[in-house]
């Protein structure tokens, strides 16, 4: 991870304090799950969204595949590990997260930044569809236990006659429940009776961390933008979400705030003159991870949002707090909550992936407006059709509200899907045709 | 006066064929504009409370894709490269207003594709109606029961919206009835066909259920029946095949050229995941007390497994298919998925790794609802009969 976190520009500031934090989270993740091990701590795998306070009130200690698949990629590693599970019997047309993790699990847990512990227990959530088949391979291989958190997924449904409100508490009960079986688990893998105080400290930490994440992720409303969103507001997402309602959480992102504040004072961004601001959809294509958006640096272009920003704040309500005088029920909602019709989905944000219908679209141009972008880049991935299954009608349907758009395609993990100059060429293309459109604008403006 | 002579097995495969190639839906139309009032409501596959729509007295439709005589233009304007075919070929009924007459859809929880369909049907179709039907995968009563049942009576009155009326408990009841009647004729066409498989071609059991997706079910159980009439009076000669057990089919829809391609090669069907819908439940729904919770019941106790369905039971994993094998005598598995599944394509490793340890033979190809090039396929199922004959201990 370490050149990922570097400033993109030498017109930023240094950034040596987050890139050591930005390390020890993630760099040093497996090193720390087997002294976690050797204390006698249980293994737990879960995904990025996955009920990450509630495990660690217990002690257990986490270990995130994506994250894990995520880093190989970004150390362009992954291919040979995605090709053995490729020579195992897994298609080259899945999710390369898997397929990386699978390879993994075939190179006797050998990952490029360390070996990794099997699981004690596998965390499986709802999100995504992909996430119960990998919870299943990873069971397949590991022989370990699964607990499944199912959400109830309501899409945006305002036009029901049924009474919204009162299928929202129904829905939480379920996930309150099911918690309350999580919590009993939990206990009969760690020995460890339920401490309700220690959980509602994790959420207090994951409060202030939403709200330090929140002010973050909104700096880039200022021109020029402190920093690019996809090149080191990804490696700032994988801190928080690895560090997530602890202390050296909030002082990691205390540092990152800090050192976002001394670039605005400075009035540096990432490139040396910034001439667009732009939106990124979906996630990063991590094999070529600077290289994508160092092709938009050079025309002077930066990424000032993606809404995978969500991630470390659940996904769903911008500052959304949990409230700590009723602690589970509150935990409920925010599992669930990223899927739930009763969520207003207030602007500026835009659920990762969700096609609730409409809404989506206003959400899109609220966020341009907010972050007074220039235009929006639509990364389509291969691996996740929960991310990028939509983008090609959103294009059709944004584009028709004035919105310049480019659609990207290729992949999370797997590099074979990355074509350079294709990618060049139809960035340059973009790149013109909004050069053109600002400069016809500031010409219309000028005669006005 | 004389008796309406009995129709051939020729004319009822006829009749099927005609019924599900049709890309208007000229059954279904007529259908509905029989009696004012009356509703449509499409479904995806692979599994959707087809009993609900029935009770609100409205006609479930299955919607497969376009299969491989529809030319998808706009469909592909709407979805990048690595999607499979069957959103595209959907959409594309949609915008060529071949389902304008359709008054709401159901997307099951099959895949993140489908799920987002069922957003994006709204963007573009917003005067009609999308309700994207979650499937429970918590299989405990007091949770996943109470949630699936919650979803079941929210469509309902989805429903009512749509009708004006509202769906009674006896409704549902007599529903289910005549879907358990549906269910228990298609079992024994089966169950016919793995005695019988020269004498029940796979091609034509899936002609058979696929005109059930879009016609009453009453008018599906009398072809049914009348198949199962003449199928019974005939005896057709009986080949030197493998049988075989496909896995994979659950969704994206295989050109009937495909399953031909499969039977030609040397193959018996005895086994499959067709329109996996017909035959959800693997027995009677009961009928007795609250119906709704009945159908909760049988989707979490008494359903068929196949990979999109969570199994929360590691000892049970991939069993079904080895159960599979057994019951019908197959000598192998053809795994035919569809490009770019994930539900299938992640499953399919360790269906594989659980049938190598019970030593049953197997291959996998993928393909896509308009694959035209059978050749490949022929030879792939070929050479897997040949080689079950001349080496499997089976």
Redesign the interface.
Known sequence: MKEQIQSSSPTAPPTEGVRQETKSAVKDAFADAWLAKERGAKICYTYVLGPIELLRSFDIHLVFPEISSAQMAAKKTALPYIQKAED????A???SY?TADVGLYLSDMKHPLGRVPTPDLVLND?L???Y???S??T??FH?C??F?L?H?????RK????DLEA?YR??RA?VV??IE?LIATCEQLTGQKFDMDRFRANLDLANRMGALWCEIIDKTRNRPSPFDAVLEGYNYMGGATTLKGTEEGVVYLEKIKGDIDQRIEMGVGPVPEEKFRLLWMSAPCYPYFRKIPEMFHKAGAVFVYTPQFMQPTRGTYRMQQYDLSRPLESYAECLMDYFHARNPRKPPQWSM??????G??DNQLQLMEHFGADGIVYH???S???N??????FR??VSRRGVSIL?L?SDIADPR?FSEAQTRNRIDAFMEGLAEKKLLRSQSVGHA | MLDKPKPTTADIVKKCEDLFTDLSFAAAREWKEEKPGRIVVGFLPYYAPRELVHAAGGLPLGIFGGGDQLEVIHGD???????CRI?RSTIELGVTGRLDFVDGMMFP?????I??????????F?TKG???I?L???FVDD??G??YR?ELK?TC??L??MTGRPITDDAIRASIAVFNENRRLIREIYQLRSDQPWNVPSSELYVLLRAGMVIPVEDHNRILREYLDSVREQTRPMKDNSRVVICGMFCEQPPLNLIKSIELSGCYIVDDDFILVTRWENSDVRLEGDPLANLASAYLHDSKSTP?K???D?AK?GLYLVDSVRKNRAEGVIFA?T??C??G??????L??VLKKHGIPQI?F?YAENSGQMQPIREQAGTFADSIKLWSGA
């Not at chain 1, 992936?353 to 409409?358: A, L």
Request: proline share 8%; hydrophobic share 30%; with cysteine.
């Open positions: 195992y019997g897994y298609a047309d899945t999710c898997v709802t995504c569809n992909t119960y088949k990998w299943e391979i069971q397949d022989k236990p699964i499944t199912d109830p997924v309501r899409m945006a036009n029901y006659p049924y299928l129904e829905d379920y429940d099911q079986r992936g969700w096609v609730g219908g409409g989506e679209i389509a991935i291969k996740c059709r929960m990028s299954g939509s983008l090609a009608d059709e349907h659609m395609e899907f | 304007a709407y979805y990048q490269s690595y999607i959103p929880s099959i895949c993140d594709v799920r987002n369909l069922s957003g994006m049907w709204k963007i573009m917003p999308s309700r994207y979650d429970p995968h918590n949770l996943g109470e949630f919650s929210e009155d989805w009512s919206g999109p969570y199994e929360p590691e994993k998925m490009s770019f994930d539900p394509l992640l499953e399919r490793p360790i594989q790794s996998a993928k």
